[in-house]
């Protein structure tokens, strides 16, 4: 049994004894009531505080876009007859208390789950004043309390773009892109094409960047090369970022290049001539002789334009099996809006046939392609052993002797005095230079003509060098 239970039957006991006495002391009585009461309120706010609700989890922050529907969800145990009230913190507006709504919003309601542990409050199609801080509340003692916010954005919109969409080359042009959202969106401008680049002047210098943050893009001094599509961008961090674009053409005259000015061909073949043209807007372009007839297309000749970007065009003419009387110059010639009458541009290719050409070559030419190497012929000294002989008649023989019958007794001295030379103890081995048959003469005589000519060779080599 607890204390204060105890203390109230005491005091019941002694209320009773004290009217039983006939209420001697009316002022005795007065005080045990007020103690009485005391001891009951005291335990009854014990047995509260045993029995207290609390959270489960924290209420959650919201990120929603507008137009949408939020909800916050407050978990409490032990909430039994308490109750549960919402409020916006920031202006202190009691939202709903239990499951009636307070305010005057009818797009603000509540709900719970059947076990009462799951209490939400909803707010439907978001507005950017429903942003803030909302308090989840217990109505305990103490009072207990939990906080979440609302965040509410507004997507990146853009709402205008203007500025030229054609211009001169060489002009100024001024684009401006306007956009809206919450929080508001910040502005750049791009070109479409990634690898394409934005010409911007600072500071007097031209200088090229991928993106100008900036609500106004102002493009000076525009050149062909500027002309396309541009983008503007917004993005207020949330997702999605979006863009419109704006397509800038640049007017210019006519520029013709030829890429091959002369082409020669073999008769027969067929020949390609080529000319780009750029212009912008686009004209008129055509293919002329040089009589100043106008080439279309048939049998002869053929025409194909090839379109590379918004201002280039590759144009090329065919001439199939050409011939003596193709033989001239072809002019390329286009025309736009900037070509007053009579004026136009023009391009040139000459076309021939391919000559052929023969080259004498002289000696100079023959020793400067062809590298020929010479051997010196290594000349020998050959030392004769002189024999003296003491015949008379073969000491006085000469050339003129050389017949049939002379050779046979040259043979015959030849014999005897090898005979002689070798009693006598003289070497066997002796050269007789002067005395040869008619086939080593013809043989010492084609040696000597091959030597004298290698030996002219090598002395015009050496004057060449």
């Known amino acids: ?20 006495v006939n209420c001697k002391n009316m002022k005795f009585i007065q005080a045990e009531l007020l103690i009485s009461i005391l001891l009951i309120l005291i335990s009854k706010g014990n047995s509260m505080k045993h029995n207290q609700p609390d959270f489960i989890t924290p209420l959650r922050n919201l990120t ?10 407050c978990f409490v145990t032990g909430i039994k007859k308490f109750r549960i009230g919402w409020l916006k913190a920031d202006t202190k507006a009691i939202q709903a208390i239990g499951k ?44 207990k309390l939990q906080s979440g916010y609302l965040t509410v954005f507004q997507p990146s919109d853009i709402t205008k773009i203007m500025g030229d969409k054609v211009v001169n080359e060489g002009g100024i042009v001024r684009l401006t892109c306007e956009a809206e959202g919450y929080p508001p969106p910040s502005i750049y401008w791009t070109r479409e094409q990634r690898d394409e680049m934005i010409n911007v002047w600072m500071n007097g210098n031209r200088i090229q960047v991928d993106r100008v943050e900036n609500k106004t893009l102002e493009l000076q001094k525009v050149t062909r090369s500027q002309m396309g599509s541009y983008l503007c961008i917004a993005t207020n961090g949330y997702p999605p970022a979006v863009s419109k674009k704006i397509n800038l053409k640049v007017n210019f005259r006519p520029v013709i290049t030829v890429p091959d000015l ?43 334009d090839y ?78 052993n002189t024999i ?48 040869n048959d008619s086939n080593s003469i013809s043989k010492n005589s084609n040696l000597l003509s091959t030597f004298l000519t290698l030996f002219a060779l090598l002395f015009l080599h050496v004057l060449l060098a």
């Open 307 to 384: 379109i590379l970007n918004e201002f280039t065009i590759r144009s090329r003419l065919i001439i199939r099996n050409f011939e003596d009387s193709d033989v001239g110059r072809y002019t390329c010639v286009g025309r736009n809006g900037f070509n007053k009458e009579g004026d136009r541009e023009e391009g040139h290719v000459q076309v021939n046939f391919v000559k052929v050409e023969t080259t004498t070559l002289q000696h100079e030419d023959i020793y400067e392609r062809h590298h020929y190497e010479y051997t010196i012929p290594e000349i020998k000294t050959i030392e004769a």
């Open 100 to 143: 009636h709504v307070i305010s005057n919003n009818d797009r603000i309601s509540v709900s719970h789950d059947e076990t009462r542990a799951k209490f939400r409050l909803h707010i439907t199609n978001v507005t950017l004043e429903d942003a803030g801080p909302y308090m989840c509340q217990i109505n305990s003692m103490p009072v």
């Open 64 to 73: 929603v876009e507008v137009g949408r529907n939020a909800t916050f969800e």
């Open 1 to 20: 049994m607890q204390l204060s239970e105890y203390f109230l039957k005491q005091q019941k006991s002694r209320v009773g004894a004290a009217l039983a």
């Open 262 to 304: 002369r082409i020669f061909i073999r008769p027969g073949e067929d020949v390609s001539l080529e000319c780009i043209f750029e212009f912008h807007p686009r004209g008129l372009m055509w293919w002329e002789r040089e009589s100043g007839e106008i080439l279309s297309r048939n049998d002869k000749y053929s025409v194909a």
């Open 388 to 435: 003296n002989y003491e015949n008379e008649n073969f000491r006085h023989h000469t050339e003129s002797d050389l017949d049939e019958s002379s050779n046979r007794r040259r043979q015959q001295y030849y014999s005897k005095d090898k005979e002689k030379s070798t009693t006598q103890g003289r070497s066997s081995e002796h050269h007789y230079p002067y005395f």
